[in-house]
């Protein structure tokens, strides 16, 4: 069996969250069941299709004195969710920490639960290795993070996209992935200190 090189995307942003985690002082939530939202539909008169995110719990980090919800999803659901992977969720709590852990908890899921299509979404894995950011023009984040990590993501780049050109899933009509992009494990600390950064100036 061939030796996997580098990190995968998942495990990039697993990675550059436990580093955040490390870097701030925190602490965490963990919801009594995990709190989905939609991040892709396909649907029409005769069926509805839906993919969404995960997130199990939430860390709150106090971030140049704002108060951050943050969390890593996972994608499950329908075909509509296969492209994607995870994301690393961003969202600014106006509650003050000193309210009593339950009451953060509910306004945490309900700020999730109605965050449709990455709207609080700092950052997203997709199933094929790549990263990216949201597509959604209420993201607020997604402009200062292609800018911060756009210029360097290649320089941690150890295995390329591969895709078999002739044949494509059943499914969704993409391509087949032969091999995903990897990384050097070193990057999740470089997007961790770059969203940190983003953070601060938020």
């Given at each position: 069996?061939?030796?996997?090189?580098?990190?995968?995307?998942?495990?990039?942003?697993?990675?550059?969250?436990?580093?955040?985690?490390?870097?701030?002082?925190?602490?965490?939530?963990?919801?009594?069941?995990?709190?989905?939202?939609?991040?892709?539909?396909?649907?029409?008169?005769?069926?509805?299709?839906?993919?969404?995110?995960?997130?199990?719990s939430?860390?709150?980090?106090?971030?140049?004195?704002?108060?951050?919800?943050?969390?890593?999803?996972?994608?499950?659901?329908?075909?509509?969710?296969?492209?994607?992977?995870?994301?690393?969720?961003?969202?600014?709590?106006?509650?003050?920490?000193?309210?009593?852990?339950?009451?953060?908890m509910?306004?945490?899921?309900?700020?999730?639960?109605?965050?449709?299509?990455?709207?609080?979404?700092?950052?997203?894995?997709?199933?094929?290795?790549?990263?990216?950011?949201?597509?959604?023009?209420?993201?607020?984040?997604?402009?200062?993070?292609?800018?911060?990590?756009?210029?360097?993501?290649?320089?941690?780049?150890?295995?390329?996209?591969?895709?078999?050109?002739?044949?494509?899933s059943?499914?969704?009509?993409?391509?087949?992935?032969?091999?995903?992009?990897?990384?050097?494990p070193?990057?999740?600390?470089?997007?961790?200190?770059?969203?940190?950064?983003?953070l601060?100036?938020e």
């Amino acid at each position: 069996m061939e030796e996997k090189i580098g990190i995968s995307a998942g495990e990039l942003l697993e990675n550059a969250f436990r580093i955040l985690s490390e870097k701030n002082s925190y602490r965490r939530i963990g919801f009594p069941e995990q709190v989905s939202v939609i991040i892709a539909e396909d649907s029409d008169i005769h069926r509805a299709r839906q993919g969404y995110m995960g997130y199990k719990s939430a860390t709150l980090f106090e971030i140049n004195k704002k108060l951050w919800a943050m969390s890593v999803g996972k994608a499950w659901g329908d075909y509509p969710a296969d492209p994607y992977d995870s994301d690393i969720l961003a969202i600014e709590i106006s509650s003050p920490e000193e309210k009593i852990d339950k009451d953060l908890m509910g306004e945490i899921q309900k700020r999730i639960h109605f965050d449709e299509h990455f709207q609080h979404s700092l950052i997203i894995a997709r199933k094929n290795g790549q990263i990216t950011v949201a597509e959604n023009p209420e993201n607020r984040f997604k402009k200062k993070i292609l800018e911060s990590l756009r210029p360097v993501a290649s320089k941690f780049i150890v295995q390329k996209l591969e895709i078999d050109k002739w044949s494509v899933s059943a499914i969704d009509l993409q391509p087949v992935v032969i091999s995903m992009v990897r990384y050097k494990p070193e990057f999740a600390e470089v997007m961790a200190n770059r969203i940190l950064e983003i953070l601060r100036k938020e």
